[in-house]
């Protein structure tokens, strides 16, 4: 009933991250770091000399330092060390009593332990926001994209990152400082948020993100654009991971799109709209474009 010992496995790299149904880019300013349920407790079921867990710890730790360089929120959960019965119910059939029992173990790591700047919140069930104020924080510090990273990938940190979509709030899942019950289960969580709720991307993606100039100039501007061109029976089928030439998108209309972006400050080729082929193709160059200017 309590969680199994957990075997080393590798960390999943950038280039084996599951397909992304959505290329939302990641804005410093937008942005709060979550930090799940880094508690000794948690980390116990690993072999105390864990690669996977070295790497997980040094993932995270760069990143906290990223964010405090770049006035990014830093927020933690914690789960108490004395849960009444009533506030851990279902999940002493799941889990057992948990922390109940090694009250000892209830610090966040050495490694990540938090400061006079952090937040850390009473964590009670899989989800950050549950019985927490993780939303109105986000609110009042005016920021809607949450990075998520911790443990367990496949339980609390997808479910949050669910959760987050639900309630309008970008989820990044950082795909390289996560850990779970096995890479399956890892891999499985990145499958999820990447085609349902969020996006999955790496340490390195968020250590050199940047603020990107804004023209204005957003996704569903640019897909009402394409619509435009588009008969409805082409707009209800829609995909936006297919190529637009298959939908009817002809050269002439292109190069009115590629003109018009220009009077915008957006500059694109035809050649690089061409090859690209699909919209979530076109949004991923625009917003390339848009970083580089920055």
Avoid at 215 to 235: C, H, M, N, P, S
Avoid at 282 to 289: D, E, P
Wanted: charged residues 25%; proline residues 4%.
């Amino acid at each position: 009933m309590s969680i199994p010992t957990i075997p080393s496995y590798l960390m999943p790299t950038s280039d084996t991250f599951p397909n992304q149904k959505v290329n939302w880019v990641l804005e410093p300013k937008r942005a709060v770091f979550l930090i799940h349920d880094m508690q000794a407790y948690f980390l116990r079921f690993y072999d105390a000399d864990s690669e996977l867990i070295k790497t997980l710890k040094q993932n995270l730790a760069a990143i906290k330092a990223y964010c405090r360089a770049n006035g990014i929120p830093v927020v933690y959960t914690a789960q108490p060390n004395d849960q009444k019965p009533e506030d851990r119910a279902l999940l002493n059939d799941m889990w057992g009593s948990g922390l109940n029992n090694f009250p000892e173990l209830q610090k966040i790591v050495e490694e990540l332990t938090p400061d006079e700047h952090d937040t850390v919140l009473v964590k009670w069930r899989y989800s950050a926001f549950h019985r927490s104020n993780l939303q109105e924080l986000m609110q009042s510090w005016g920021r809607d994209q949450l990075l998520i990273g911790g443990v367990y990938a496949h339980i609390g940190c997808m479910i949050t990152a669910a959760d987050a979509f639900m309630r309008d709030i970008q989820p990044f899942m950082i795909g390289d400082a996560l850990a779970d019950f096995s890479e399956g289960e890892h891999r499985q969580a990145l499958t999820f948020t990447g085609g349902r709720t969020g996006r999955v991307i790496s340490t390195k993606e968020v250590l050199i993100a940047t603020d990107i100039v804004d023209t204005g100039f957003r996704y569903e501007q640019l897909k009402a654009q394409v619509f435009a061109f588009l008969d409805d029976e082409d707009i209800q089928e829609f995909d936006a991971n297919e190529e637009l030439m298959d939908y009817g998108l002809d050269s002439i209309q292109i190069m009115s799109l590629v003109t018009k972006w220009k009077a915008q400050g957006i500059e694109v080729s035809f050649q690089e709209l061409a090859s690209a082929a699909t919209l979530n193709g076109w949004w991923h160059l625009i917003q390339s474009k848009r970083e580089c200017a920055a």
